[in-house]
């Protein structure tokens, strides 16, 4: 009677452990992952965004000294001075706080016939430029927009132009657009404030490549909730797999058990 009954708890183990292995074996293959989805849950470079770097840029730099740049902002004829060769140099550190710290060289020169200060200019006269400057990301305050990273930044710098040497405070607009985690344009117009001598003030805009370098990134907010996804599912098929390695194991325990005690009551018969 007792082999009966073990028999009998042995075969609905057997029963149990097998209907369970199925269900987790099923519910694994009830909707299985298309290759878009599995595409979607990859880390992929738009999931980070740059933190902090190192930049450098060459580009060009249009002054307007006109002395009239309120009066007429309609009118360019004789106002803008610049020459045909880059013209802007700068460097600068950019850190995860959003706060940028730059260094600008410029040179330019004021044509003969323009407009400086409100007469016309009698000769070519060179332009020199060194400034430094603070700069914020706006998008710390708007959030991540990709491609498009705007900024406004203050300063103070040396300024030599139209024969008179001049230090200068300074504001600074302006926007870069990437077209990688390295490359990109940066746009700006920076104005120029005299220390209070007989200089004039004046408006210098700005257009050139940069290059980051010595980068530093960080996942955005979208890439750290794909992350957390990531992680939650490689737990759960841990666990489903470890249910069915433990079912299966199970199963084979009772039916190793089933066996053993089929052959008990067969020999139990044989000598009988």
Do not use: C
Not at 30 to 49: N, R
Not at 172 to 187: A, E, K, Q, Y
Not at 239 to 267: G, H, M, Q, T, W
């Amino acid at each position: 009677m007792k082999s009966y009954l073990t028999g009998a708890m042995a075969i609905l183990l057997l029963g149990t452990t097998s209907f369970y292995a199925q269900e987790e074996i099923q519910s694994t293959e009830l909707e299985p992952i298309t290759g878009d989805q599995q595409e979607e849950l990859q880390l992929t470079a738009k999931d980070s965004m740059v933190v902090s770097s190192w930049m450098v840029g060459l580009g060009w730099n249009f002054i307007n000294d006109s002395g009239n740049r309120l009066n007429d902002i309609t009118t360019t004829k004789n106002m803008y001075n610049a020459v045909a060769f880059p013209s802007r140099i700068n460097i600068g550190r950019y850190f995860r706080s959003g706060i940028g710290l730059e260094a600008i060289v410029t040179y330019n020169k004021y044509k003969e016939g323009n407009i400086i200060d409100g007469v016309v200019n009698p000769e070519d006269k060179d332009y020199f430029g060194f400034d430094t400057r603070f700069s914020y990301d706006l998008n710390k305050i708007f959030g991540q927009t990709g491609w498009f990273d705007p900024y406004v930044g203050v300063g103070a710098g040396y300024t030599y132009a139209n024969d008179l040497s001049r230090g200068t405070y300074n504001a600074v607009i302006g926007f870069r657009t990437w077209f990688s985690d390295r490359w990109g344009l940066d746009f700006n117009s920076t104005g120029k404030w005299s220390f209070g001598n007989e200089a004039s003030n004046h408006i210098q805009y700005a257009v050139g490549a940069v290059y980051q370098f010595k980068i530093e990134k960080e996942l955005t907010k979208k890439g750290l909730e794909k992350l957390a996804l990531i992680k939650a599912m490689d737990e759960e098929a841990k666990r489903v797999s470890d249910s069915i390695n433990a079912a299966l194991e199970a199963e084979a325990a009772a039916a190793a058990l089933a066996e053993s005690l089929a052959r008990e009551k067969e020999e139990a018969r044989l000598e009988a």
